[in-house]
């Protein structure tokens, strides 16, 4: 069973951490979860523009998020045996190794794939010619209709709507 998975994080930088993280395989069965950044030594790095695009300051986090080694340990054993897609690339792996190495996962423990290639992959078993132009159009068309809301819950259910749409080829 494939799992979808979305991270929002402190900034951008080599010393960012994960603030939150969302998975699931379908839009009712999505795990949500803020981080207390607080709860681990050195997770300092903090930039204002990642509170004004999640609409979260560090505070809210330290009051309302969960203790980041709780979080990874649900996290891995949800995710431990599946493959596991998202659309950060680099930075979701870096992030998704950082909350892991909180309860001592090796990093590489969970390897996410790139969901671009499963859309593709799709599209070519529908037959689709030229996949990679149809997906660009596809996605510019849904990203019109609404797009994600830089909240990890709302980044794991656009991508998983998203993914039904190029399954059922609606599109």
Not at 29 to 40: A, D, K, R
Request: hydrophobic residues 40%; glycine residues 6%.
């Amino acid at each position: 069973m494939i799992m979808i998975i979305d991270f929002e994080a402190s900034s951008l930088s080599e010393d960012s951490y994960p603030i939150e993280v969302a998975w699931g395989n379908s839009s009712d069965s999505i795990c949500s979860h803020l981080i207390n950044p607080e709860t681990v030594p050195g997770w300092v790095d903090w930039h204002p523009a990642s509170e004004k695009i999640h609409n979260m300051s560090r505070e809210y986090l330290a009051a309302e998020g969960e203790h980041a080694a709780a979080v990874a340990t649900s996290l891995y054993a949800a995710l431990q045996t599946h493959e596991v897609y998202c659309d950060g690339g680099k930075f979701d792996q870096m992030w998704l190794n950082r909350l892991l190495a909180v309860i001592n996962q090796a990093p590489g423990s969970i390897r996410l794939k790139p969901i671009q290639a499963l859309w593709i992959k799709q599209l070519h078993r529908r037959g689709i010619r030229f996949a990679e132009a149809h997906l660009m159009m596809l996605k510019r068309k849904a990203e019109s209709e609404g797009p994600p809301p830089h909240r990890a819950a709302g980044d794991v259910n656009w991508l998983l709507n998203f993914t039904d749409r190029i399954t059922s080829g609606v599109g």
